[in-house]
């Protein structure tokens, strides 16, 4: 259960999630991804979103279940859509603290999945909570430049509060995105993060490619748009190193 | 009175904000910016960000007035903070539809500025509800890539449902950023807008540089930081646009 999450805007959690998934899913990986985003980008990047959808949304107000709304989209990859009322439940305020293990809570069956990707909206409310609080594991995408950085000590502090509070407890993976290796900014972001997070920057960063940003016009992730460029050969990368577990030093 | 508004990540509110406040400023404006994004960027990329910050938070809490939480922050540039207690608000949900009118009350008073910009965070919450009831302007950054494109059709459903139900209606305009100019997806996405918003593109793209990604690390505008580059020209050029409401086409 893989939340990949960062409150920062436009870091490619998406592109991650959207292309991650694939390949895992290649690999012959049994993967489900949810769009936890009202927008809907990863359900329009798989080439899926409709008019009046029904996904996450609905699960989460009670109104379905998980398998009333999941959309095979690829071989191996169900979709759980965003869903087009999602927006209202970043809003809605009753039911307390009970509410951010809602996500947690319609989970619990999904069991006979080797991976459940959720992707998450550019805030830390309670749409991320819910991911936050469902969620094993953690994969943090930050952008090669300084406002990722200067996002990504804030997220770590609203994280370890939540954390400490609720006693739930994630492994955390960094992934630079948006890499431009002839960029000194983005250098100097990478080399920050390997000093500060020594043992959990996945060893792959995924490089400034265009095939990444132009894939989801055609509702394709990278494999099927354009194999054999650098984005494939990055996010393919990154599967491996996500499936071992191998980090920079 | 102007929302810098896009609910997509990433797409350039703050640097444009940053900037174009800037060159206003340098040709003599009187300009104040509000940070309405919790994350607190803006505050960040003047330099002025600190522990524990009092800013539009209090304001809109009650506990303090606009003359009370504003930095004079450059010559003719006063700003008014995030302020630490920022995210609380996107959260609290006592006071229903009054709580979208706060910023509006608070700012009837902000009479003898030529410009008011309100930086908005990546959501369609109550922080940039509160920043569209207080505009008469809105300028919407859009960056040079499908999903952009996705979020912006979303973006106006929004705004129109709002501005019908609540008989408010701001001018807007549209700012095509982060333009890779030789991407086919930039030219792309450029025309399509120019094709759907006739007379609504502001006349300069702002090009990617990555100048413009690294001043903030320096607490500093592009001008302060490298005021012969392309981000500096692209941002006094779109400065002159915006004053004389001059558009494509
Ligand atoms: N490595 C890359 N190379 C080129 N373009 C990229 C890359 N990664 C992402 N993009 C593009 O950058 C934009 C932002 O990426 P994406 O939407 O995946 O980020 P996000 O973190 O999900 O954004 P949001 O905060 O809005 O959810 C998209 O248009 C995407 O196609
Ligand atoms: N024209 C450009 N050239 C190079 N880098 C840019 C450009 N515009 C913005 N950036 C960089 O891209 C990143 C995203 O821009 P910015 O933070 O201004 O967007 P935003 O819409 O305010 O994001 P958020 O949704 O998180 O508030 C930042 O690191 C910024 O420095
Ligand atoms: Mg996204
Ligand atoms: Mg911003």
């Known amino acids: 259960m893989i939340a990949v999450m960062n409150q920062k805007g436009g ?8 292309n991650l998934a694939h390949a895992l899913a290649m690999s012959g990986n049994a993967v489900t991804v949810i769009d936890m985003d009202p ?4 359900t329009a990047s798989f080439g899926a979103e409709l008019q009046d959808q029904e996904g996450i949304d609905s699960v989460l107000l009670g109104d379905n279940n998980l398998d ?3 959309i095979p989209v690829r071989e191996n990859i169900d979709l759980i859509p965003a869903g087009s009322r999602l927006g209202e439940l970043e809003q809605i305020a009753v ?3 009970k509410r951010g293990w809602l996500l947690h809570d319609a989970l619990e069956k999904e069991h006979d999945k080797d991976y459940v990707f959720i992707d998450c909206p550019p805030s830390s409310g309670m749409l991320t909570m819910n991911a936050l609080l469902a969620a094993k594991e953690m994969i943090i995408p930050v952008s090669g430049d300084y406002l990722a950085l200067h996002g990504l000590s804030r997220l770590l502090n609203i994280l370890k ?3 400490d509070r ?16 002839r960029r000194k900014l983005a250098q100097e972001v990478h080399n920050k993060l390997l000093n500060y997070f020594p043992g959990q920057v ?4 995924i490089r400034e490619n265009v095939s990444l940003a132009e894939s989801p016009s055609y509702g ?3 494999f099927e748009y354009k194999n054999s460029c650098n984005g494939a050969q990055d996010y393919r990368d990154l599967a491996d190193d996500f499936l071992k577990g191998r980090t920079f030093k």
């Open 95 to 97: 039911g307390g603290a």
């Open 39 to 42: 927008q809907s980008h990863l």
């Open 202 to 205: 996945l060893a792959t960063s």
């Open 11 to 18: 870091v490619g959690k998406t592109t991650t999630t959207l």
């Open 68 to 70: 009333g709304v999941k």
């Open 161 to 163: 509060h939540v954390e």
């Open 220 to 222: 394709k992730t990278i």
């Open 166 to 181: 609720l006693k739930h407890v994630t492994k955390k993976w960094l992934v630079v995105t948006r890499f431009h290796s």
